[in-house]
């Protein structure tokens, strides 16, 4: 069965950074674009950004954070520097096979001081 494990989250200083990673298993991984959401506490879930044939960003990460992929490994994963407190949030991993979409169970970040 499709599967996606984030990993990486924790605590970290306003202007620190971390790598996010998302390992992919039950599906074909590299014929699929991989999407990164966040949600923070009280507010709905929001694209970060995304990976297939290209890369796209949330206009509010761009330049900050990189999406990038290594199929060999079935993994995705999020570099994020220069984190804001408004990055705290829970990070998921999102795939969309045909009509069905798959979720990862999340990973905290939290960034403060």
């Known amino acids: 069965q499709v599967q996606l494990v984030e990993s990486g989250g924790g605590l970290v200083q306003p202007g620190g950074s971390l790598r996010l990673s998302c390992a992919a298993s039950?599906?074909?991984?590299?014929?699929?674009?991989i999407h990164w959401y966040r949600q923070a506490p009280g507010k709905e879930r929001e694209l970060v950004a995304i990976?297939?044939?290209?890369?796209r960003y949330a206009d509010s990460v761009k330049g900050r954070f990189t999406i990038s992929r290594d199929n060999a490994k079935n993994t995705v994963y999020l570099q994020m520097n220069s984190l804001k407190p408004e990055g705290t949030a829970v990070y998921y991993c999102?795939?969309?096979?045909?009509?069905?979409?798959?979720w990862g169970q999340g990973t905290q970040v939290t960034v403060s001081s």
């Open positions: 999102n795939v969309q096979l045909g009509f069905e979409r798959y």
């Open positions: 039950g599906f074909t991984f590299s014929s699929y674009a």
């Open positions: 990976i297939g044939g290209t890369t």
